[in-house]
């Protein structure tokens, strides 16, 4: 994973040292994801790739109650883009089992973008009184804590009916107003000078040994020496071990013996 998000840590530690007033840190997503289950309180923003994002989404929304409970938004330049992190529920569709809290957090965000802070404090505080009065979807409905459960329809009546109320037990929301999120223009990088350091070919070889294939392959060595051969991401050639499972794509690294300027 080192290798692989590089490029990202490396841009992130870029517009981080950008920003020192705001402390930051980098983790490896496996013990990220732990502290996030066991001491979420330990985050404030947490910027991952989108596939990261998408379970860590999950996991933290569980943490809640409820994946159902957590709204998103997809912000660009010129475009937005608000919905809950989850996908459909065809087995629940047309049931009203549905918790519709996603769907309503993500609207949230969007009156929040678009200027309208008074209007996202009022659904959100409605919406917290009804979840501390145990008015509660399945999902998230728990013996001896909530007090009623309820569909989708009902919970949204529930939200409605006590709009412009807040709430005694969870914090009441208050939002900073005229706030618009700004996002720099972006700008391409001078092009880099740049030295040819070596050559990635990816061969379809259904052969059985490596070393076979490392054989044919320095035969045609000219210029370019092979330096080793890689199968899903793994170094099996040379020194490799056999029990690695093999398929039939190959990436063979190979070096000049002298470097090229400007490739």
């Not at 979420?40 to 379970?55: I, Q, R, T």
């Not at 329809?153 to 412009?164: Q, S, W």
């Not at 044919?216 to 991401?233: A, P, Q, V, Y």
Request: charged share 25%; glycine share 10%; hydrophobic share 40%.
């Amino acid at each position: 994973m080192k290798h692989t998000d590089g490029l990202f840590v490396q841009v992130f530690k870029e517009i981080a040292a950008e920003y020192p007033e705001i402390e930051s840190d980098t983790w490896i997503i496996d013990i990220g994801a732990a502290r996030l289950s066991d001491t979420p309180e330990m985050f404030d923003v947490v910027v991952m790739p989108n596939l990261y994002g998408d379970v860590v989404s999950d996991i933290t929304a569980q943490i809640s109650g409820s994946v159902g409970m957590a709204g998103s938004s997809n912000i660009g330049e010129s475009v937005a883009m608000f919905e809950a992190i989850h996908g459909s529920a065809p087995d629940i569709a047309g049931h009203g089992m549905a918790n519709p809290s996603g769907l309503l957090r993500g609207a949230i965000m969007m009156l929040n973008h678009i200027g309208q802070q008074d209007v996202a404090e009022k659904v959100i505080n409605a919406w917290a009184c009804a979840i501390e009065e145990g008015i509660h979807t399945a999902d998230i409905y728990k013996v001896g804590v909530s007090k009623e459960k309820v569909g989708t329809t009902e919970f949204a009546r529930a939200v409605i009916d006590r709009l412009g109320l807040q709430p005694k037990q969870l914090k009441p929301q208050s939002f900073a107003k005229d706030v618009k999120l700004n996002l720099p223009k972006y700008k391409r990088r001078p092009k880099a000078q740049k030295t040819l350091k070596g050559v990635d070919v990816f061969v379809d070889w259904d052969g059985g040994r490596v070393e076979e294939l490392a054989e044919r392959l320095e035969r045609l060595n000219s210029d370019i020496k092979l330096t080793m051969i890689t199968n899903r991401g793994v170094k099996v050639w040379p020194e490799g071990f056999e029990e690695t499972f093999c398929t039939d794509h190959w990436g063979c690294l190979s070096h000049p013996f002298h470097d090229y300027e400007g490739f």
